[in-house]
């Protein structure tokens, strides 16, 4: 069974540090998505990373993924209190017919003044 | 303007009654879902549907039918309620090849007494 694991799975951190959020997987996927969830909302795509290598950045946000290793991170760099949400990876299980997306456990950031 | 909407946002309702989420999206999506969220915030693929043909299908009780009229539209009906259904459940749509980034409704709060 394919398990996402992300961890930790609560991050309380200061404004102005810097730190790194986990996802490993346990499948083979070149193929992963990180979101974002305020609290009570919908979730909002962040990034797509479709190959091994893969790195992208918006703002203080930079995600990779490194398909050997099966894991993607999330880094933050100079954390603001607009960055506190849960976060969640989710990894592409594809091929054949249908693609379905299997998300990881989720990491609950609270960003302190 | 809102790419993929739910309804009703909220869901009050007694054990062993049957009611129906709709969702909708006008992105001019081929695939749509439907996600489950746990009060521990974790989310799992429930169904999904390309161009009105299931094509995925968790283990998910029979007591839930989705059903697509067309590939816009995506509702659930739920019979005989039960305690354990309380969750969110959230629509996403997106293009069918894997890659393609999810889209997801505000959610449905369904609370069962």
């Known amino acids: 069974e394919l398990k996402v694991e992300q961890n930790p799975l609560f991050l309380s951190m200061q404004e102005g540090k810097n730190y790194t959020i986990y996802c490993n997987y346990s499948?083979?996927?070149?193929?992963l998505y990180w979101y974002r969830q305020d609290p009570g909302k919908s979730l909002e795509s962040l990034f797509v990373?479709?190959?091994?290598?893969a790195v992208k950045q918006e703002g203080r946000l930079m995600a990779s993924l490194d398909t050997k290793a099966r894991l993607s991170t999330l880094h933050i760099t100079a954390a603001v209190h607009d960055l506190s949400a849960t976060y969640f990876c989710?990894?592409?299980?594809?091929?054949?017919?249908?693609?379905?997306?299997?998300f990881g456990t989720g990491t609950l950031l609270a960003v302190q003044p | 303007d809102t790419a993929v909407s739910q309804t009703p946002k909220y869901l009050v309702t007694q054990m062993g009654n049957d009611k129906s989420i709709k969702c909708e999206q006008n992105?001019?999506?081929?695939?749509m879902y439907w996600y489950k969220q746990d009060s521990k915030k974790f989310l799992k693929i429930m169904f999904s549907?390309?161009?009105?043909?299931?094509?995925i299908n968790e283990t998910v009780p029979n007591r839930f039918s989705p059903k697509s009229p067309d590939k816009a539209h995506l509702n659930l009906h739920i019979n005989s309620l039960e305690l354990g259904d309380s969750a969110v459940y959230f629509c996403?749509?997106?293009?069918?090849?894997?890659?393609?980034?999810?889209?997801f409704g505000a959610g449905t709060r369904l609370s069962v007494l």
């Open positions: 996403a749509s997106s293009h069918r090849p894997s890659g393609n980034i999810q889209y």
């Open positions: 499948t083979t996927s070149d193929r």
């Open positions: 990373l479709l190959s091994n290598g």
């Open positions: 989710a990894v592409d299980l594809y091929g054949g017919a249908t693609n379905k997306l299997i």
């Open positions: 992105l001019g999506h081929d695939t």
């Open positions: 549907y390309n161009n009105k043909e299931l094509i």
